[in-house]
């Protein structure tokens, strides 16, 4: 059955979106009018496999801690935006419906991260890297693992999300090889 205006009815048991929920439902669905281009390239990684090895070594004999390919992957992805500036162009509409492109002063990566609630749902979550173009490899690594901390302790404040230039994902842990963002207006 459908409504009056030609909506679909909502089903007796959908529930309401709430929330955070709600903001990205609203976020994706103004999505769909961002213009987008997607490649996806397969390129050789053993070069990062084997460097990834010997850094990780080096730090197991002195200070410990690990470096992931999601690290050198997202600095690989700041350097990149360095050189390119293009890259960190947004898209934007003035009232009349006119595009127009803007690129920002800082590169600030988000980091899509997939966490379960306390009720066992998911949520994914975007925090980013303030200044990521600004900093060496190890001042990015310690922002990066420092966003982390402060979303698993769930010490969020809008700061920690405003301002996205870029996004890093991984959906390689559920078995992902290759995916399409929706880019939000902005």
């Known amino acids: 059955a459908k409504a009056e205006d030609d909506t679909p009815a909502v089903p007796?048991?959908?529930k309401p979106l709430r929330g955070v929920a709600a903001t990205i439902a609203e976020n994706m669905d103004a999505s769909l009018g961002v213009p987008t281009?997607?490649?996806?390239?397969v390129v050789p990684a053993k070069l990062l496999e084997v460097n990834r090895k010997?850094?990780?070594?080096?730090?197991?004999?002195?200070?410990?801690?690990?470096?992931?390919?999601?690290?050198?992957?997202?600095?690989a992805m700041v350097q990149a935006m360095l050189?390119?500036?293009?890259?960190?162009?947004?898209?934007?509409r003035d009232a009349?419906?006119?595009?127009?492109?803007?690129?920002?002063?800082?590169?600030?990566?988000?980091?899509?991260?997939?966490?379960?609630?306390k009720d066992g749902s998911r949520t994914?979550?975007?925090?980013?890297?303030?200044?990521?173009?600004?900093?060496d490899f190890g001042g990015f690594f310690r922002a990066y693992e420092e966003?982390?901390?402060?979303?698993?302790?769930?010490?969020l404040s809008p700061e920690l999300f405003a301002?996205?230039?870029?996004?890093?994902?991984?959906?390689?842990?559920?078995?992902?090889?290759?995916?399409?963002?929706?880019?939000?207006?902005?």
């Open 12 to 14: 007796e048991d959908a």
């Open 37 to 41: 281009a997607t490649s996806i390239r």
């Open 124 to 135: 994914l979550l975007v925090p980013n890297i303030k200044n990521a173009g600004e900093r």
């Open 163 to 186: 301002g996205t230039t870029a996004t890093l994902t991984n959906p390689g842990t559920v078995g992902t090889v290759g995916s399409v963002p929706r880019l939000m207006p902005g």
């Open 54 to 75: 010997i850094l990780n070594n080096q730090l197991r004999r002195t200070r410990g801690g690990k470096v992931s390919f999601t690290h050198l992957i997202g600095w």
């Open 96 to 117: 009349d419906g006119r595009g127009y492109v803007r690129r920002g002063d800082a590169i600030n990566v988000g980091l899509a991260m997939d966490l379960e609630r």
């Open 83 to 92: 050189r390119l500036p293009v890259m960190t162009s947004s898209y934007h």
């Open 147 to 155: 966003v982390v901390r402060k979303v698993r302790r769930n010490e």
